[in-house]
């Protein structure tokens, strides 16, 4: 729950999708906006009871609603919705467990997946769907800049590979140049890594 609450806010996400079928790259962004929900919240209870799970066993979870647009998209297409998400943590090891999503991420549908907390404090989603299996990590190089990376597989291959660079639109209150030297040196250490 922690890293939720870390991402509660709203976002601005930059994206390059490779497309490794076809060798070519697309770029997007979106607008993101997330809620850390108590394992009491009627969505969570609800998100458990559509998934058949003891909602007691909850930990609670978080909203998530989009807005996003792909220099790919045909006119009138558009890619928004929102999500719930709830956590069923593993008895033996909380860091570990069951992320059950009223709508996946391939798929527009509801959908139950494994998560674990890596060694790098790391979010790492692994969902199985009927035909492909998605690998998200999410991590924070600072409190205003999240990074994620994911991929989709398919037919015994990878189809899509996308990194993300999301940062948190900061009231306007927050000074400009705050906002910008909290970034600038994590900005130019992974612009070196990520070669998008």
Excluded at 3 to 30: D, M, N, P, V
Excluded at 64 to 77: H, K, L, N, R, Y
Excluded at 166 to 189: F, G, H, K, N, P
Aim: proline share 3%; net charge negative.
């Amino acid at each position: 729950m922690e890293f939720f609450q870390k991402s509660s806010g709203k976002w601005r996400s930059q994206r390059t999708t490779h497309h490794l079928a076809f060798r070519r790259a697309e770029i997007g962004t979106s607008e993101i906006y997330v809620e850390a929900l108590g394992a009491d919240n009627p969505k969570v209870i609800e998100i458990c009871e559509l998934h058949e799970f003891d909602a007691a066993l909850a930990v609670g979870g978080a909203f998530v609603s989009w807005e996003s647009a792909m220099s790919w998209d045909q006119e009138g297409e558009n890619h928004e919705g929102t999500t719930v998400f709830a956590l069923i943590p593993d008895t033996d090891n909380p860091q570990s467990g069951t992320l059950l999503r009223e709508r996946g991420y391939a798929e527009i549908v509801p959908i139950a997946g494994r998560y674990h907390i890596d060694e790098e404090e790391a979010l790492v989603l692994v969902t199985d769907y009927e035909t492909m299996t998605t690998i998200e990590r999410f991590w924070f190089a600072n409190p205003n800049l999240r990074l994620r990376t994911s991929t989709v597989q398919r037919f015994g291959g990878f189809n899509t590979a996308t990194f993300c660079t999301e940062m948190r639109a900061l009231e306007e209150s927050e000074s400009e140049s705050d906002s910008v030297s909290a970034l600038t040196s994590d900005a130019i250490a992974f612009d070196a890594i990520s070669g998008w």
